[in-house]
């Protein structure tokens, strides 16, 4: 009888169970005590008992599940029915025999003749004990009372849980968002009035000489808000892990998955970002003219504050457009673990409307020096002024940019960027010089 079941599920496809459970013994003393009902997908070297009402000299782990094999490997020395059955399925033929070896092949004894893998069907009276779908421990155990308690405790893959939110842009710089967690349960076993733990953060399960990587991190506690009938998280104090308890319990059924939803916010403030990425790198030595059409990305950033005073679970982020109560679907993104300050940047992938083409003129390399001229032309097609931030990278630290008409931040030595502002439905052209001295 289980008594009391608490689950902390990894956001790595596994859950550490601890189940309190209850056992009625006839007598005190050394004896047997067989804990059943483990999932198969249970790392068996995880599974541990605990009891301050006995004492475990040894278990071990069995997983005899039900078979034609495992049967007749139970049934060894007994005598089993062997019978044929017609094409409506009836029985049109029966008789018995002693199953002398199931090495290989299953060897009978019937009517005092030896008959190897005879062509019949079997019938069981029943299925023999320690023979099931599911593992289970065989302990000996020395108690101290009949009426005891006992921990189990155990590792198992099967069951998980991430983070999923839709963000609603509902004007130009502003957006509703909403988040659930979602639990899902692979095993074939049901859970009931389970607390719940969600754990974020790379943990290794893997055996390593080396300790596990862990991000030193606050706990959260999901608790309901007293203005909302939603769950929102309360921020207390750990260790090494991002933790979320879930208030209340719940049934974790076997095959399943849940959604709950955690946080919900309005008017809750986004910029856009339009960016791209280009590099002179790309170019072999000595290139002719040569023209590029350069993608546009979109980026969506929200400060995890605006969200919550609280740590945002990383997942990912359906993004919709939202008016007038209709939705346009523009993309998903993912973000990490934030709080506070920290931003959370959906990339959705280009824009259409945002044109880039890039022009190399002159790119020559030498062993010495070297020259490059570009020309970028950006075209807005929008009917408001936009602003892409370009990152220019080279592959050496020793390119410098000259002649620029738009001023520009170096970034370190390697990358530079440009603010390019855009009015609505028109065109802008950037040019510059890039040159190089190996001396």
């Not at 000489?209 to 959260?220: D, G, H, Y």
């Not at 790119?363 to 570009?374: E, I, M, P, T």
């Not at 390697?414 to 028109?426: I, L």
């Amino acid at each position: 009888m289980t008594a009391q079941t608490t689950i902390k599920i990894y956001n790595q496809g596994r859950a550490l169970v601890q189940e309190e459970r209850q056992k009625k013994f006839s007598q005190e003393g050394k004896q047997k005590l067989i804990i059943s009902t483990i999932p198969r997908a249970a790392e068996s070297s995880s599974i541990n008992i605990f009891s301050d009402h006995f004492e475990v000299i040894s278990k071990e782990y069995l997983h005899h599940p039900i078979s034609i094999a495992s049967l007749l490997n139970a049934n060894t020395g007994k005598e089993i029915e062997l019978v044929k059955y017609g094409e409506d399925g009836s029985i049109s033929f029966s008789t018995k025999g002693e199953l002398i070896s199931n090495v290989g092949a299953p060897v009978f004894e019937i009517d005092g003749k030896i008959v190897v893998n005879p062509p019949y069907s079997y019938r069981f009276p029943d299925i023999p004990d320690g023979i099931t779908d599911y593992p289970y421990l065989s302990c000996v155990i020395d108690n101290s009372k009949k009426q005891t308690n006992y921990n189990l405790v155990y590792i198992t893959k099967g069951i998980d849980w991430h983070a999923e939110y839709n963000l609603y842009l509902t004007s130009d710089n502003s957006s509703e968002i909403e988040g659930w967690y979602s639990i899902r349960n692979d095993n074939e076993i049901t859970y009931e009035d389970a607390e719940i733990s969600l754990v974020s953060g790379s943990v290794n399960f893997e055996s390593s000489v080396s300790s596990p990587n862990f991000t030193k991190r606050r706990a959260a506690s999901m608790a309901s808000s007293a203005d909302s009938h939603f769950i929102q998280p309360e921020t207390s104090e750990s260790e090494e892990y991002v933790l979320f308890n879930i208030p209340g319990k719940i049934d974790l059924t076997a095959k399943s998955q849940i959604r709950h939803k955690f946080v919900t916010k309005n008017k809750l403030p986004y910029n856009t970002v339009y960016h791209i990425s280009h590099s002179l790198s790309r170019y072999r030595r000595n290139t002719p003219a040569q023209t590029t059409d350069i993608p546009v990305f979109v980026r969506y950033e929200l400060m995890a504050k605006n969200i919550g005073n609280f740590q945002v679970p990383g997942g990912t982020f359906n993004v919709y457009e939202k008016e007038n109560g209709n939705l346009t679907y523009i993309g998903v993104g993912t973000s990490g673990i934030v709080q506070g300050d920290d931003k959370i940047k959906l990339e959705t992938g280009k824009t259409h409307d945002i044109l880039c083409t890039f022009t190399i003129q002159g790119y020559k390399v030498s062993k010495d020096s070297g020259k490059a001229d570009l020309e970028a032309v950006f075209e807005n097609r929008k009917d408001e002024i936009v602003t892409i931030e370009w990152i220019e990278q080279f592959s050496d630290g020793r390119w410098d940019i000259k002649n620029s008409n738009l001023k520009f931040e170096q970034l370190d030595a390697y990358r530079a960027r440009f603010k390019v502002e855009v009015p609505a439905n028109s065109k802008k052209e950037i040019h510059f010089t890039a040159q190089i001295d190996k001396e």
